[in-house]
């Protein structure tokens, strides 16, 4: 008899809980995607919500999503907003992608206060995509009739379908928490604009040493990319018109000072600044695709080609990054700690200086096969 009431009190606790479960989740919002932009005083704080029918069923949330902004001085004034205006709890279990407007990211101050809030409140998984905004991150939201979903989902999968990436996260509110604190690093956030009403990435916005840095077209954060090691294939078009898909791409990095031999720097009795060569090494398979224009040529006329073009391209583009934004592509500070402790000691608390010393050079190493 015991053990039967046992069991009896046992089935109705466990319907209790039930019971509980299915009302706590009423009183909850459950955002897919939030969009924060800068707000004359603070911050406007969007949410993508969905249909809570589906999430209740264990399914990812579809159907039509309703977007809702608030506003505050500070993040958590707007979540407080959000719930007392809705009279609902956030529960971030089911978030998929934050959009931080370009405005916002310049904003230093701003920035700080809402990287701070959410690790001490540690409602986050660090692993959480992170886009910028051209202009406004909320109008990403409203971005719904083309997607067939809601914009945190399409964002999520647009993510997943980047086979070319090792990760497929390439930019999360993690690696922005890690440049806060260690300010020495380069991140390159995906830049959303409105394409025919469908979000998609039209350049990259450059954080470097949790300063912002403006943008850089598609094509050059590829190349950065690539540098780094983030890159498992790309396509390159050789000056000849020949369409070479490259794969298993391997990249490897040196880090090394050398005497920099300009005149200039020696000139008034001082002797050459130590510049700091930055050499990457990238090797892989090459696979032809399209060569009417080049059957005059032999399979190693184009392997030539190919490594001496890819290598001259990207050193082009690694100065002018340097030049003109103080930009390293291959993020070489990150790692110099393990390459060369002696030259780490003299800059680790001079990332500035250490940038204004760079100098890259690329050696490509691809087979090119044909299809």
Not at 242 to 260: G, K, Y
Not at 344 to 364: H, K, S, T
Request: aromatic share 8%; charged share 25%.
């Amino acid at each position: 008899m015991n053990k039967r009431g046992f069991l009896v009190l046992f089935s109705v606790f466990a319907m209790l809980l039930c019971g509980c479960s299915v009302t706590e989740l009423e009183d909850r919002g459950f955002p897919l995607a939030i969009a924060i932009d800068k707000a004359e005083e603070g911050m406007v704080v969007s949410f993508d919500l969905p249909d809570l029918s589906a999430v209740s069923d264990g399914k990812n949330p579809s159907g039509e999503p309703v977007s809702l902004s608030v506003e505050g001085g500070a993040y958590f004034e707007a979540q407080k907003a959000y719930e007392n205006n809705t009279n609902k709890v956030l529960d971030y279990n089911h978030l998929k992608a934050i959009i931080l407007s370009r405005e916002f990211l310049q904003d230093d101050t701003a920035l700080r206060e809402l990287l701070a809030w959410l690790e001490g409140e540690e409602v986050l998984a660090r692993n959480i995509c992170l886009f910028a905004a051209e202009d406004s991150a909320a109008g990403i939201l409203t971005l719904k009739d083309r997607t067939e979903t809601s914009v945190g989902n399409y964002l999520e999968q647009m993510v997943e379908t980047q086979q070319d990436f090792r990760e497929n996260k390439v930019a999360t509110i993690g690696a922005l928490m890690n440049q806060w604190h260690n300010q020495n690093e380069l991140l390159l956030l995906p830049v959303l604009s409105d394409n025919g009403g469908i979000p998609s990435i039209t350049s990259y916005l450059v954080m470097d040493g949790f300063e912002y840095g403006g943008s850089i077209p598609v094509e050059e954060a590829m190349e950065a990319f690539l540098c780094q090691g983030q890159l498992k294939g790309m396509t390159y078009v050789m000056k000849e018109g020949a369409v070479v898909d490259l794969e298993q791409i391997r990249a490897q990095i040196d880090i090394s000072p050398r005497e920099a031999l300009q005149e200039a720097e020696e000139a008034e009795g001082q002797g050459p600044e130590e510049e700091i060569l930055v050499t990457v090494k990238l090797k892989g398979d090459g696979k032809l695709k399209k060569h009417p224009s080049t059957k005059a040529l032999s399979a190693t006329q184009l392997r030539e080609g190919l490594n001496k073009q890819l290598g001259q391209k990207i050193e082009k583009t690694a100065e002018k990054l340097l030049t003109e934004q103080g930009m390293d592509l291959t993020n070489s500070f990150y790692r110099l700690g393990g390459y060369d402790r002696e030259l780490y000691g003299q800059f680790y608390q001079d990332y500035d200086g250490y940038r204004e010393r760079v100098a890259v050079e690329v050696e490509c190493d691809f087979q090119i096969g044909t299809e």
